[in-house]
Structures are given as C-alpha cells and as structure tokens.
C-alpha cells in the first residue's frame, strides 16, 4: 500500500490540474465574448482587477493587455492575468 501512495497523490494532482486548467478555457472563452462585444458595440463593461472595479468599453484586445476607456479617461491599459472578473450584458 505505502508503494501505491507516491503515484495516488501524482495522479491526485494531474487530475486537478486538468480540471484547473478548464476552468480557466472556460474563463477565457466567456471573457473573450464579452470583450469582442464591447468593442464592437461600444458598450460598457465592469472589470474586476485585484479587488477594484473600472468601469470602461473595450478599445483593442492584445494577447496580454486590453485597452478600454471610460468617461474619466481615454485610455486604460489592463493587464490580462490582472483581471479576476468581467461583468457585462
């Protein structure tokens, strides 16, 4: 039993990054619809970055950045692996 341990918990651990890493694809993808839509349309959107909210539209989508704006400012560079949520219609 104790040979077994060893590849129980490797096992335990490649089952838990792959349903990690779904997680974040699914993120991804439904991040992704919603920065398409409020670039082509021009509506806002809330992003949640390290606990604040900004409130903005999607200007361009790079693969690291986005860049939105607001009424307060023209331009809001927001680093991808910054953003915790995104919330829009």
Same mark, same amino acid.
């Given at each position: 039993m104790n040979a /077994?341990?060893? #590849? /129980?918990f490797a096992l335990? $651990?490649? $089952?838990?990054?792959? &349903?990690? &890493? +779904? +997680?974040d694809t699914t993120f991804d993808a439904?991040? =992704? +619809?919603? $920065?398409v839509k409020s670039r082509d349309t021009k509506t806002g959107l809330a992003f &949640? @970055?390290?606990?604040e909210v900004i409130g +903005?539209?999607? @200007? =361009?989508?790079g693969k690291d950045v986005i860049v939105a704006a607001n009424r307060e400012h023209?331009?809001? @560079?927001i680093r991808r692996d910054r #953003?915790?949520?995104?919330?829009g219609n």
């Open positions: /077994l341990r060893p #590849i /129980l335990s $651990l490649s $089952l838990a990054m792959t &349903h990690a &890493h +779904a +997680a439904a991040a =992704e +619809a919603l $920065l &949640h @970055v390290n606990g +903005a539209y999607v @200007v =361009e989508i023209g331009r809001i @560079v #953003i915790d949520a995104v919330a």
